[in-house]
């Protein structure tokens, strides 16, 4: 079956614009998650959905970010002001319980 | 605050070698434990969960181990191959918790 898919794959963006990125979970995956990988940083969890819930969004590195899922599926992170040090890849997993987290191949934001 | 850390950082080992990847954490209330690999410029598959509860799990020629009261798990590969050369990633998920926390990473490289 489809996978987790993530778009855009790519997205160059310059400082001080707004970039949406979109995540489409598992068919039937209730939780989803959000991670941001940079090179300084490595992975980090940024915010986890139940349904269209989000219990824990303790990972926001400020007000700037937020995220949204509907209809228990799709699920956005939008990104305010952009910021160079918001340049990464951010990674979207999806799972049916507190089990196997799937991933997609990820959005490569770039900050100009 | 759960920290999680990989040794060693980088492997390079000829084809047809055995080898073991290391990975602990500093907070044993996990609820479980989940290696992938990630290949360059891409997402993160998922090779093997390990339940708390567990010592152990086997998928082909990988055998990941988990000794929970000294924050430990372990990853086997058998017989190497050029294809198995990717950054490998352990990750935990806490007790009461659902984001995964990851380690560092190990670079693989197996050379024909």
């Known amino acids: 079956g489809a996978g987790v898919s993530q778009s855009p794959s790519n997205k160059v963006t310059e400082k001080g614009k707004d970039v949406e990125l979109r995540c489409d979970p598992i068919?039937?995956?209730?939780?989803l998650y959000w991670y941001r990988q940079s090179l300084g940083q490595g992975l980090e969890f940024l915010i986890y959905?139940?349904?269209?819930?989000?219990?824990?969004k303790s990972g926001l590195p400020s007000d700037r970010f937020s995220a949204e899922r509907t209809g228990g599926s799709v699920s956005t992170l939008t990104i305010q002001r952009t910021q160079q040090e918001d340049s990464a890849v951010y990674l979207c997993?999806?799972?049916?319980?507190?089990?196997?987290?799937?991933f997609g191949p990820g959005t490569r934001l770039l900050v100009l | 605050k759960q920290e999680v850390t990989q040794i060693p950082a980088a492997l390079s080992v000829p084809e047809g070698e055995n080898l073991v990847l290391n990975c602990s954490f500093t907070?044993?209330?996990?609820?479980?434990l989940q290696w992938f690999r990630q290949d360059p410029g891409k997402g993160l598959t998922s090779l093997l969960l390990?339940?708390?509860?567990?010592r152990e799990q086997t998928s082909g020629r990988l055998n990941a181990s988990l000794d929970k009261s000294s924050g430990r798990s372990t990853l086997y590969i058998a017989a190497s191959q050029p294809g198995d050369s990717a950054t490998y990633l352990c990750?935990?998920?806490?007790?009461?918790?659902?984001?995964?926390?990851f380690g560092t990473g190990t670079r693989l490289l197996v050379s024909p």
């Open positions: 997993a999806s799972s049916p319980a507190q089990e196997t987290q799937y």
């Open positions: 068919s039937g995956h209730t939780a």
């Open positions: 959905f139940q349904g269209n819930s989000a219990p824990d």
């Open positions: 907070d044993s209330a996990i609820y479980n």
């Open positions: 390990i339940q708390s509860s567990q």
């Open positions: 990750a935990v998920t806490n007790t009461g918790f659902q984001k995964l926390v």
